[in-house]
């Protein structure tokens, strides 16, 4: 797709061009059951996150003519529980002055009754010289988005380059903070601070003073919240070299964790960096505050500068389920699916067994599209695990290897291959004498939560839809397994 195809709205496309995409669309056999995606095209990042009016208000980015990255919608979705979303259509539509060549990330913040939408608007000059600006659209209690006719930051400043994006607004006394993923003239990622007293007129404050640098050539999608008396920052870094089993994807989430940013002097105490997911598909994570006053988050699942199989179908990317998220030990984040998708549950199946050096099959088991827990206890067993989404020829490999004391997720034979830029075997430490595995499986994703969350793995998978076996296995040994599954 050239250029200037890949920066066409809706209204230029070819005649025939959406129902050709949507036919293709409707042929692939991995249409997602439950997760949010999109109905053509290409989804990435979740955007302006936020519950409003007694509902969650999600959007992501979207660009509907193709699975490249080009022109970016904000399109909306809704829902009253987290589990069953309404499609509500685009959000948010570029082309303006300020956003002539996408509406790019951004987040969301309730101000007099209306929820207002932060987002860096993305332009290119005759040079094709990127400017960016964050603009600002406004959302009443009808569902009626108007975007300001004038960006609300309307510059870089100095020391930075046209790679700064993707605000994140918050409230702290009576003025406003956003935090902006940006990138300094030597080419290295940081990000920054401004403040307002009514989200129109922004005050740059200077960079968040972080014990990261260098750390990556850029931070995309940052995300600064408070949660348990504890300062989190969430971001995802590009150019982190991998370090064994860490920083494995071609594109990094994580967070640091310390002491509450000080406003006044703009400098976050904290402890080392982490990943946020130990998968291969997770990216651009965004969090909310509930009701409740759990901290929520939803990201992409998928990664820039990948080929996903999906992509000669028309289509590509999902979201991640929502999971809500604690402190573990005063430095670990912890993610857990919220319990409403507990509301998606249909039928449900059970078994109690001991396994002993070889692999079992649990007949009534099969599927597609379900929520897994298995738990595994007195285990002497060398290598112990499951196989999902398996048949003769395929198999998506979970197991905790008891000799080397880690976590496996190996998705090598399981199904259509995917892009090697990412690899197919991700491995994270774990000391454990009881293992709880809890799945969320779809047609061509699966989202691991290993011991309630101590460490997740989450990715993109593309079976065949005949391969829908689970199997438990043992090598080494033997081990007690407790399995519980849900169609959804």
Same mark, same amino acid.
């Given at each position: 797709m050239t250029?200037?195809?890949?920066? !066409?709205?809706?209204?230029?496309?070819?005649?025939?061009?959406? #129902?050709?995409?949507?036919?293709? @669309?409707?042929l692939?056999?991995? !249409?997602?059951?439950?997760?949010?995606?999109?109905?053509?095209?290409l989804?990435?990042?979740?955007?302006?996150?936020?519950?409003?009016?007694?509902?969650?208000?999600?959007?992501?980015?979207?660009?509907?003519?193709?699975t490249?990255?080009?022109? *970016?919608?904000?399109?909306?979705?809704?829902?009253?529980?987290?589990?069953?979303?309404?499609?509500?259509g685009?959000?948010?539509?570029?082309?303006?002055p300020?956003?002539?060549?996408?509406?790019? &990330?951004?987040?969301?913040i309730?101000?007099?009754?209306?929820?207002?939408?932060?987002?860096?608007?993305?332009?290119?000059?005759e040079t094709?010289?990127?400017?960016?600006?964050?603009?600002?659209?406004?959302?009443?209690a009808?569902?009626?988005?108007?975007?300001?006719?004038?960006?609300?930051?309307?510059?870089?400043p100095?020391?930075?380059?046209?790679?700064?994006?993707?605000?994140?607004?918050?409230?702290?006394?009576?003025?406003?903070?956003?935090?902006?993923?940006?990138?300094?003239?030597?080419?290295?990622?940081?990000?920054?601070?401004?403040?307002?007293?009514?989200?129109?007129?922004?005050?740059?404050?200077?960079e968040?003073?972080?014990?990261?640098?260098?750390?990556?050539?850029m931070?995309?999608?940052?995300?600064?919240?408070?949660?348990?008396?504890?300062?989190v920052?969430?971001?995802?870094?590009?150019?982190?070299?991998?370090?064994? /089993?860490?920083?494995?994807?071609?594109?990094?989430?994580?967070?640091?964790?310390?002491?509450?940013?000080?406003l006044a002097?703009? #400098?976050?105490?904290?402890?080392?960096?982490q990943e946020?997911?130990? +998968?291969? /598909?997770?990216?651009?994570?965004?969090?909310?505050?509930?009701?409740?006053?759990?901290?929520?988050?939803?990201?992409?699942?998928?990664?820039?500068?990948?080929?996903?199989?999906?992509?000669?179908?028309?289509?590509?990317?999902?979201?991640?389920?929502?999971?809500?998220?604690?402190?573990?030990?005063?430095n670990?984040?912890?993610?857990?699916?919220v %319990?409403?998708?507990?509301?998606?549950? *249909?039928?449900?199946?059970?078994?109690e067994?001991? @396994?002993?050096?070889?692999?079992?099959?649990?007949?009534g088991? /099969?599927g597609?599209?379900?929520?897994?827990?298995c738990?595994?206890?007195?285990?002497?067993?060398?290598?112990?695990?499951?196989?999902f989404?398996? &048949?003769?020829?395929?198999?998506?490999?979970? =197991?905790?290897?008891?000799?080397?004391?880690?976590?496996?997720?190996?998705?090598?034979?399981? +199904?259509?291959?995917?892009? #090697?830029?990412?690899?197919?075997?991700?491995?994270?430490?774990? @000391?454990?004498?009881?293992?709880k595995?809890?799945?969320?499986?779809?047609?061509?994703?699966?989202?691991?939560?290993?011991?309630?969350?101590?460490?997740?793995?989450?990715?993109?998978i593309? %079976?065949d839809?005949?391969?829908?076996?689970?199997?438990?296995f043992?090598?080494?040994?033997?081990?007690?397994?407790?399995?519980c =599954?849900w169609?959804?």
């Open positions: 250029r200037e195809e890949k920066y !066409r709205l809706i209204e230029q496309a070819r005649p025939g061009e959406l #129902e050709k995409l949507r036919a293709q @669309v409707g692939s056999p991995w !249409r997602q059951s439950y997760h949010i995606q999109a109905p053509t095209g989804l990435n990042d979740p955007n302006g996150f936020a519950y409003y009016q007694g509902e969650y208000h999600l959007f992501y980015q979207w660009f509907p003519l193709g490249e990255h080009g022109m *970016k919608y904000w399109y909306h979705m809704k829902s009253s529980d987290l589990a069953a979303w309404e499609d509500l685009i959000g948010i539509t570029p082309g303006g300020y956003d002539s060549h996408g509406a790019y &990330s951004g987040s969301a309730e101000k007099d009754g209306k929820l207002n939408l932060l987002y860096t608007g993305n332009t290119r000059d094709w010289t990127r400017h960016p600006y964050q603009c600002l659209a406004i959302m009443d009808g569902g009626r988005i108007a975007k300001l006719d004038r960006p609300v930051i309307s510059s870089v100095p020391g930075y380059t046209d790679h700064f994006r993707d605000p994140k607004v918050w409230k702290s006394g009576e003025a406003y903070y956003c935090v902006i993923g940006a990138q300094r003239t030597d080419l290295t990622g940081c990000a920054v601070l401004f403040r307002s007293k009514d989200l129109l007129d922004w005050t740059f404050m200077g968040m003073k972080t014990g990261l640098s260098p750390f990556g050539y931070w995309e999608c940052p995300d600064y919240f408070e949660l348990n008396g504890s300062g920052l969430v971001f995802s870094p590009q150019g982190l070299e991998a370090d064994e /089993d860490l920083y494995n994807n071609i594109y990094q989430t994580g967070y640091v964790i310390g002491k509450p940013l000080d002097t703009r #400098e976050f105490r904290h402890r080392a960096f946020l997911d130990r +998968g291969f /598909d997770f990216y651009a994570a965004q969090t909310t505050l509930g009701p409740d006053g759990r901290r929520i988050l939803v990201a992409w699942m998928g990664l820039p500068d990948v080929a996903y199989p999906t992509d000669t179908q028309g289509w590509s990317g999902c979201l991640t389920i929502p999971r809500q998220l604690t402190i573990r030990g005063g670990k984040l912890i993610q857990q699916p %319990p409403e998708l507990a509301k998606l549950r *249909k039928t449900r199946s059970s078994a067994l001991t @396994v002993t050096d070889e692999v079992v099959r649990l007949n088991f /099969d597609t599209s379900y929520e897994l827990i738990e595994i206890s007195k285990f002497d067993a060398e290598q112990l695990g499951l196989e989404r398996a &048949s003769d020829h395929e198999k998506t490999v979970l =197991k905790y290897d008891r000799v080397l004391k880690k976590v496996i997720l190996d998705r090598t034979l399981s +199904g259509r291959a995917m892009d #090697e830029v990412n690899g197919n075997v991700r491995r994270c430490g774990l @000391v454990a004498d009881n293992l595995f809890h799945l969320f499986v779809d047609a061509s994703s699966v989202e691991i939560f290993v011991n309630d969350g101590e460490e997740v793995f989450t990715g993109r593309f %079976p839809p005949a391969s829908k076996e689970i199997r438990l043992c090598s080494g040994g033997s081990a007690e397994f407790r399995v =599954k169609d959804i």
